[in-house]
């Protein structure tokens, strides 16, 4: 063939493949009761069921789901598992057969107004994604939950990652259960092997573990890279959110952590997680714990920004490699920094870098290396990796909330005369609240407009190009 034939069948192509029409999307309703076809579900007087729903929704469809109670445990998809099955968590009852594209997610919602609860009783979770990727879930109000790992899980058992950019928001998960084992990753929310994925405005409370195990969460992540949470709240947890295993550069920002019991965050054996703009309140054990083992190791975490109102707690528990703290505010903390002996011999535990906090009604330090009980001291220790000297920047000194002791976030806004304002790192002002008018925690229905998710636009086409004879 010769080129300008060549040529010719190209142009025919790149013509052809513009010009052809993709399914047209379409909204479709769901009920409780619904039995119409998929076709009648385009009206919102015919409504079908969720199982249909998730065995024909394609990209760029909208799914609304009326108000009303749904077991999805009755009504499963047909590749969900048998009961028996072991390991059947990892297939949601109610998991999506096909994929969404990057400007065409589809969307599973709860129709405006109205509030549909997911009750369920077994180990699988009744929503969620199985190797599928441009999914959202938004809206879901959980009822009973009764054995099962999570409300939504969204992953696989095991690599490759490829469930990818899925959204989980607007979701009010209030009713968890207690549990005497903690080994069963009892969360509201369970990632697991997920990539570029968003976790976002939910409402996580009332999973405990009445022996007090971290493993009862109301978000817990394993093997997550690339991902966000934010302007979540959790609430009553025996550990708010866990990021357990493996994860990659995962960002927790803009949450409300208040009265969780053991941990609020505990991000463990992963790397490049940056913590920031988080208020937490009430804690009793430790508002933010890293950890490492001898063969799992936890690097390069970033906690900086943040509001720590904590109840007989420590402030940071720091058992990290290459850790950098900064422009965070502790307060009533019984250890502002603390290293126990739990990570004798496993890491370190020294900071890299720790400076411009602020401290008030608590300036106890504990690293491997010795305890200093006032800043001053702990300013002149030589704790950080190298030797350095923690602190120098930092301050002691009431931060002036608007209403500390309060039990919403706004009420750990700075007063305008608080020492904490532009005397941070680069002059910013310490603690969660740089701007005075950020986002944080959940809000309602509606997301967050004031902050950015990962961007999940598709890459822009090559230009530039041409034909050489």
């Not at 729903?53 to 009303?68: C, E, Q, S, W």
């Not at 998991?95 to 009783?121: C, K, L, M, Q, R």
């Not at 994860?247 to 505990?266: E, G």
């Not at 941070?424 to 950015?452: L, P």
């Amino acid at each position: 063939m010769n080129t300008i034939a060549i040529r010719s069948l190209l142009l025919f192509l790149v013509f052809t493949l513009a010009h052809i029409a993709p399914a047209a999307a379409a909204t479709y309703y769901v009920s409780p009761n619904g039995t119409a076809t998929w076709a009648q579900a385009t009206n919102i007087n015919t409504p079908t069921d969720g199982r249909t729903a998730m065995l024909n929704a394609v990209a760029g469809d909208i799914v609304y789901f009326r108000g009303g109670t749904y077991k999805p445990s009755n009504n499963s998809v047909p590749n969900h598992v048998s009961a028996s099955t072991v390991d059947k968590w990892k297939f949601p009852h109610w998991n999506p057969v096909n994929s969404g594209t990057p400007s065409n997610y589809i969307t599973f919602a709860v129709y405006p107004g109205e509030t549909a609860t997911i009750t369920h009783d077994t180990v699988s979770a009744p929503l969620g994604v199985n190797s599928k990727s441009y999914i959202i879930f938004d809206g879901f109000t959980g009822g009973t939950k009764v054995s099962a790992q999570a409300f939504i899980f969204l992953g696989d058992e095991d690599p490759p990652r490829d469930t990818t950019y899925c959204i989980v928001q607007n979701c009010y998960f209030a009713n968890g259960f207690s549990t005497p084992d903690g080994g069963l990753n009892n969360s509201h929310i369970f990632t697991r092997y997920v990539q570029y994925c968003t976790i976002r405005n939910n409402y996580l409370a009332n999973n405990i573990c009445t022996t007090g195990n971290h493993n009862s969460a109301g978000i817990i992540t394993r093997w997550t890279n690339d991902t966000i949470f934010e302007n979540n709240t959790f609430y009553n947890n025996t550990c708010g959110m866990y990021a357990k295993h493996i994860d990659a550069n995962v960002t927790i920002r803009y949450n409300f952590f208040v009265n969780n019991i053991n941990k609020d965050i505990r991000a463990t054996y992963g790397s490049g997680y940056k913590i920031y703009q988080n208020v937490v309140v009430g804690s009793t054990n430790v508002a933010v714990e890293t950890e490492s083992l001898p063969n799992l190791v936890t690097t390069g975490t970033e906690i900086y920004n943040n509001t720590f109102y904590v109840t007989n707690s420590s402030g940071l528990g720091l058992y990290n490699i290459n850790e950098k703290q900064w422009n965070n505010i502790t307060v009533n903390a019984t250890n502002c920094a603390y290293r126990s002996i739990y990570a004798a011999g496993l890491s370190d535990g020294q900071p890299t870098y720790m400076d411009y906090n602020a401290y008030w009604n608590g300036q106890r330090f504990v690293v491997r290396i010795g305890t200093y009980t006032n800043l001053p001291a702990w300013q002149s220790s030589g704790a950080l990796i190298g030797g350095g000297n923690p602190d120098t920047h930092s301050i002691y000194a009431n931060p002036l909330f608007v209403n500390a002791g309060g039990t919403t976030p706004a009420d750990y806004k700075l007063q305008a005369n608080s020492p904490c304002r532009n005397v941070g790192r680069n002059g910013v002002t310490m603690g969660a609240y740089i701007n005075g008018n950020e986002v944080i925690g959940y809000i309602g229905s509606g997301i967050s407009t004031t902050t950015t998710s990962i961007d999940t636009r598709p890459p822009d086409p090559p230009t530039g190009l041409r034909i050489i004879e």
